[in-house]
T-cell receptor, first 115, second 111 residues
Framework: NAGVMQNPRHLVRRRGQEARLRCSPM?????VYWYRQLPEEGLKFMVYLQKENIIDESGMPKERFSAEFPKEGPSILRIQQVVRGDSAAYFC?????????????FGEGSRLTVL | QQQVKQSPQSLIVQKGGISIINCAYENTAFDYFPWYQQFPGKGPALLIA?????SEKKEGRFTISFNKSAKQFSLHIMDSQPGDSATYFC??????????FGKGTKLSVIP
């Protein structure tokens, strides 16, 4: 499967716990994006990363959220001290080229439920 | 100014009919307008996209119409099939990676 791989597909956490979502981009893609989808809403941009660099995190909440894309391994979206409002589907996308808004390929998402 | 407004919220079409979904935007810097199809439990998949230098683009049964002066674009699905039942999102981008999505249209095609 050469698509964008996300795991876990479903994650349940209690308030105050940490959530870690992982994303492996398509083969050959070095640009990774995270989007969040709230129920009955469209996707909203969170962060754009390249290997070892955060390029744009303007859509990330200022607190509790962080993202990384290490030299080796998948990109990680980390949510500390989760609250009920963090319950959403988190989608990762990757692209081959920088600055190419048309070439985003999305994974199947990680659905976070906070109890 | 970053909004993309999508309508209708839901749509029921008979098999063989035409499904039409409309979107409007405000930011004149947008230069890329894709449509995504999303099935339940799946990620959005790029369906078709258009840039503002053309007014229409057709791929199979799917057509995008684009009206630059009105800042509107629409998706037409001809000969709609039950397998087309999904949620459709329009989006807009300004030459970068940040797509602004509409809220989605849930399409149901009934036999």
């Amino acid at each position: 499967n050469a698509g964008v791989m996300q795991n876990p597909r479903h994650l349940v956490r209690r308030r105050g716990q940490e959530a870690r979502l992982r994303c492996s981009p398509m083969k050959g893609h070095s640009h990774v994006y995270w989007y969040r989808q709230l129920p009955e809403e469209g996707l909203k941009f969170m962060v754009y990363l390249q290997k070892e660099n955060i390029i744009d995190e303007s859509g990330m909440p200022k607190e509790r959220f962080s993202a990384e894309f290490p030299k080796e391994g998948p990109s990680i979206l980390r949510i500390q001290q989760v609250v009920r409002g963090d319950s959403a589907a988190y989608f990762c996308a990757s692209s081959l080229r920088q600055g190419s808004s048309g070439e985003l390929f999305f994974g199947e998402g990680s659905r976070l439920t906070v109890l | 100014q970053q909004q993309v407004k999508q309508s209708p919220q839901s749509l029921i079409v008979q098999k063989g009919g035409i499904s039409i979904i409309n979107c409007a935007y405000e930011n004149t810097a947008f230069d890329y307008f894709p449509w995504y199809q999303q099935f339940p439990g799946k990620g959005p998949a790029l369906l078709i996209a258009i840039r503002p230098d053309v007014s229409e683009k057709k791929e199979g049964r799917f057509t995008i119409s684009f009206n630059k002066s009105a800042k509107q674009f629409s998706l037409h699905i001809m000969d709609s099939q039950p397998g087309d039942s999904a949620t459709y999102f329009c989006a807009a981008g300004a030459g970068s990676y940040q797509l602004t999505f509409g809220k989605g249209t849930k399409l149901s095609v009934i036999p």
